[in-house]
């Protein structure tokens, strides 16, 4: 689902070196813009052809005939594209505010553009394969996976963020170790955690050297690159703020998004309000990925291309090889607490490692948590119920309310503006009885 995604041909790439291991034998490709899944899908024929020809591969618009007689369904959606993402943070920055995708209000309206679709593509798949798995990558995922688990508990779905893998292969670089030889210990909700423990596998706890570290100056930064393998300035600058929220609040390392809510006014003039991170991707990515499937329709071939390179779908391929094979390897999922963070809310979704296998997920037991940590999740829980529920209900009352529990909105006047806004752009999108 979202097959139209510049990430697609990454997802495609572990597909098709796990092929055997998850037994795929079909895969079909769905997007809602024709335009859009014709060249991915056409990319994926031809890739396919030359690696898998015994792969039975198919694109379409249609949701029905994407989900009929599946048994996984990868979910990466962006309602409204890049160009709405675009809109959101130019609409933030003019009311100064931190204009970012999923933190802060750029998220609130993004959650309400992406959760009606991730509902109607669930509902659906209840009706035509009830016994997928339904694995999503889609942001915000903080909100979808709390609109998803509350309106269609029966849903085997998993809502995972690749973000912790990525930190975790750079905190595992610079220890000088593979990440998968380490155990990093995690708690907190999507885009806004932190971890507690790095184990290697003698049973030493490796955080306490990183903080004596971090607080001498030894290290300053983490390293960063894109899928192509480009430096990118925008994750250099970000993961060198880990360190910085570390440095600030040494008993955890944060989560590299917690930038946006300890950092707000340094985040403020770090980022370019005029060319922002969504007007880099609309002139970058968007363009050169296309420019690449349309040359590779026009050869016929994709033994050459760079597109299927790069690290963005192992972690949702792994998941579902852990499904497939019963594995329970260990992964950070978003799923009901239930317990596991012994005195936050229990019917609230949290980010926290889980082992998965066949029959699902184990979410491990993380116990008490400090009173900062927790009162700073119990304020953005609240913002994420209540965005789910103006979201769901139409309310503007709720979603007032909602956004002024945001940590990165100062005040009623600001929020309302925002909120004012967000509602004149997004009449496509949003709940039409915000409307009435």
Known sequence: MGAGSTHTPGILAALTAKADEIKMSELCLHDIEYDRVYHMGEFNRIYMSEHRPDIKT????????????????????????????????????????????????????????????????????????????????????????????????????LCICDM?????????????????????????????GWYTNIYNKKGEDLLPQLREDVL????????????????????????????KGFKAYPDFMPLCYLQYYYFHDE????????????????????????QECKRVIETQSAKDSYLVSGVHGNYIVDLASSIINDKRERFIVNVMNNGAIGNFNHDAVVEVPCYVGASGVEPVAVGYIPQFHKSLMEAQKGYEKL??????????????????????????????????????LNKDYWNQKFYK
């Not at 659906?124 to 694995?135: D, I, S, Y």
Request: some cysteine; charged content about 25%; hydrophobic content about 40%.
């Open 58 to 157: 198919s694109w379409t618009t249609d949701l029905k005939e994407a989900l009929t007689g599946a048994d996984y369904v990868f979910i990466q959606i962006r309602p409204g594209r890049n160009e709405q993402r675009a809109v959101d943070e130019h609409t933030c920055y003019k009311h100064g505010l931190i204009g970012q995708e999923t933190c802060g209000l750029g998220g609130f309206a993004f959650a309400l553009r992406t959760i009606p679709a991730i509902l109607e593509i669930v509902k659906t798949a209840l009706e035509v394969c009830p016994n997928a798995w339904l694995l999503n990558y889609s942001n915000p995922e903080a909100m979808v996976s709390e609109a998803v688990y509350r309106t269609y508990p029966q849903a085997k779905m």
């Open 164 to 192: 912790p893998i990525s930190q975790q292969e750079q905190v595992a670089a610079y220890l000088g170790y593979d990440e998968k030889d380490l155990t990093f210990k995690y708690f907190g909700l999507n885009h806004f």
């Open 216 to 243: 001498s100056g030894k290290v300053t930064g983490l390293s960063a690159s894109q899928d192509a393998g480009k430096l990118d300035d925008y994750w250099f600058k970000t993961f060198n703020n880990v360190i």
């Open 267 to 290: 985040m403020m003039e770090q980022f370019d309000h005029e060319f922002t991170r969504a007007d880099s991707v609309l002139a970058g990515r968007e363009i050169t990925v296309y």
């Open 387 to 424: 965005a789910v529920e103006a979201c769901l209900e139409g309310s503007y009352d709720k979603a007032l309310q909602a956004i002024l529990l945001n940590k990165t909105v100062p005040s009623y006047r600001k929020g309302k503006e925002v909120l004012d806004d967000f509602l004149e």
